[in-house]
């Protein structure tokens, strides 16, 4: 395991334990960066304020967890995609786009799904960056 700017990367998170908030990323070569999220005090106070947490019983290693997820292949489609806004003066743009989303177990059918994704960019020295990309709203028209 070696120290990284952006958190910590490790071949395997089994028998590992992270406090606070985290982002996992896996990647293809079964590594995982750990990267704590920086909250302020009130999000934290927020969530622990909101937040339930049950004991199911259920016992299972995190490695076996993650092996059985490294089988699953899961793809997504852009099916259509639009641009909502762009403010150049200020460096920003909002984009919707449609997904058709695969989820292809190591048994069992394979899952799809279409939905509507929001997604924010951000002008930057090397061009624009999606900073923030989420379900879009589901709301009546009229």
């Known amino acids: ?14 028998g ?3 406090g606070g908030v985290s982002a996992l990323t ?7 960066d750990v ?5 302020r005090e009130e999000v934290i106070d927020d969530l622990e304020s909101n937040l339930i947490i049950y004991y199911s019983g259920v016992e299972r290693a995190a490695s076996s967890v993650l092996k059985e997820q490294a089988k699953t292949i ?11 806004t762009l403010n150049t003066q200020a460096g920003t743009a909002s984009i919707i786009t449609a997904v058709q989303i695969n989820v292809i177990p190591s048994q069992g059918a394979t ?8 997604g924010q960019l951000t002008r930057t020295a090397s061009g624009w960056k999606l900073t923030a990309l989420g379900q879009a ?4 028209a009229g």
Do not use: N, W
């Open 35 to 39: 990267e704590r999220l920086p909250l």
């Open 137 to 140: 709203p589901v709301g009546s």
């Open 74 to 84: 899961t793809t997504a489609k852009i099916l259509d995609a639009a641009l909502v």
């Open 26 to 32: 896996f990647h293809k070569d079964g590594s995982v």
């Open 16 to 18: 590992l334990a992270y």
């Open 1 to 14: 395991m070696s120290s990284r700017a952006s958190g910590v990367r490790c071949s395997s998170i089994s």
């Open 111 to 118: 899952v799809s799904k279409q939905t509507r994704l929001v």
